[in-house]
C-alpha cells in the first residue's frame, strides 16, 4: 500500500461492552462497516478512542485488531501520543511492527515542552521508525501550540510528513504549506471542509464515525471532482452531525449516535460520562437533519 495518506480518515471511538471492557470483535465490525462506507483512512487509538483511559495491553488489542480487519484496504495510523518520549517509541516500535502504517502522536500534554524539547522528542521518535509520523497540532488539549514555524523545524525530521491541525484558525493550513512545501501534508482535524478549501489534503473526522460515507464524498467531491458546490452541499447537509460531536462530549455523543443508529459500542469510560438523557432527543434529531439511518427501537 502507498504511504501517501489522503481523504477521510475517521478517529475512532473504542467499542466496549456491556461490562465496560474493550470489544475487539465489535470493534472489527466497526472497521468492516467503515471501510465498507467508504472512508479513506482509520486512526484508532486517538482522543476520541479514549487512548488515556486504556491499558497498555488494551491498547495493543485495540491497534492489532484495527489493522488485522482493515486488512490492507485502506490505511491504518495508530494514535502512539504519551507524554514520556520513551513511551512514545515504544507503542510506535509496536505499531510499526504489528503493520501499521503510520502513527499519530499528540505532544506531550502535561509537561508544556518548549520548541527545542518538542524537537528532540519528535527527533528521537522519527529515528525509532520507518513509517510516517502524522503529527497532531490541538493546543486545547495538549496544552502545546505547534505554530506553522515549529512544525517548519519538525519537517526536516525524515519521518515526520503528516500533520492534524486542529485549531480552528484555516490560515495555519496556508502558512504550513508555504513554510514547509512538499515536506508536510496538511489534514484538517476540526474543520474538514473548510481545510480542502485552504489546501489540506486529508481531514481527520470525528463525524465519520457516525457517518463515514458522507465525510469521505466531501473530500472526494472537493479534491478529486473539484465540484466545490456539490461538496458544500453534502457539508451543510451533514453539519447537524458535525457539530453534534465538535464539543467536549466528543466521545459521548458519538457513542450514543451509533447506539441510536443500532451499534451500540457501549457507554465512555470515566470520567467521561454517557450523554445525558435529556440531550437524546436533540442528538436524535441532529441525526435525522443530517439524513442518518436510526434504528427503529430509541436508545
Not at 243 to 257: F, M, N, P, Q, T
Amino acid at each position: 500500500m502507498s504511504k501517501s495518506f489522503r481523504g477521510t480518515y475517521t478517529v475512532m471511538i473504542t467499542p466496549f461492552d456491556a461490562r465496560g471492557a474493550v470489544d475487539l470483535a465489535a470493534t472489527g465490525d466497526f472497521v468492516d462497516w467503515q471501510i465498507r462506507s467508504g472512508i479513506h483512512g482509520l486512526v484508532p487509538l486517538g482522543s476520541t478512542g479514549e487512548f488515556l483511559s486504556l491499558t497498555d495491553d488494551e491498547r495493543s488489542a485495540v491497534a492489532q485488531t484495527v489493522i488485522d480487519s482493515a486488512a490492507g484496504r485502506v490505511p491504518v495510523l495508530v494514535g502512539t501520543g504519551a507524554e514520556s518520549t520513551d513511551d512514545v517509541i515504544r507503542y510506535s516500535r509496536e505499531a510499526e511492527a504489528m503493520g501499521a502504517d503510520g502513527v499519530m502522536i499528540i505532544p506531550p500534554f502535561y509537561s508544556t515542552p518548549t520548541e527545542d524539547e518538542l524537537f528532540e522528542h519528535f527527533r528521537r521518535i522519527g529515528e525509532a521508525i520507518s513509517i510516517p509520523i502524522m503529527i497532531y497540532n490541538n493546543p486545547a488539549t495538549a496544552n502545546v501550540d505547534l505554530t506553522p514555524q515549529i512544525v517548519e523545524r519538525l519537517s526536516r525530521i525524515d519521518t515526520v510528513s503528516y500533520i492534524k491541525e486542529s485549531t480552528m484558525d484555516v490560515t495555519r493550513i496556508r502558512d504550513i504549506l508555504e513554510l514547509c512545501g512538499e515536506r508536510m501534508t496538511v489534514f484538517g482535524g476540526i474543520m474538514g471542509f473548510e481545510s480542502f478549501l485552504a489546501g489540506a489534503e486529508g481531514w481527520v473526522a470525528v463525524g465519520s464515525n457516525i457517518m463515514p460515507g458522507e465525510m469521505a464524498d466531501i473530500f472526494t467531491l472537493c479534491a478529486d471532482r473539484r465540484d466545490i458546490e456539490g461538496a458544500r452541499a453534502v457539508y451543510k447537509r451533514v453539519l447537524p452531525v458535525i457539530r453534534l460531536v465538535g464539543g467536549h462530549r466528543y466521545v459521548s455523543a458519538s457513542k450514543a449516535a451509533l447506539a441510536a443508529m443500532g451499534r451500540n459500542v457501549g457507554d465512555p469510560r470515566p470520567p467521561r460520562l454517557p450523554l445525558p438523557g435529556n440531550e437524546i432527543p436533540a442528538m436524535r434529531e441532529a441525526l435525522r437533519k443530517a439524513g442518518a439511518e436510526l434504528a427503529s427501537v430509541p436508545a
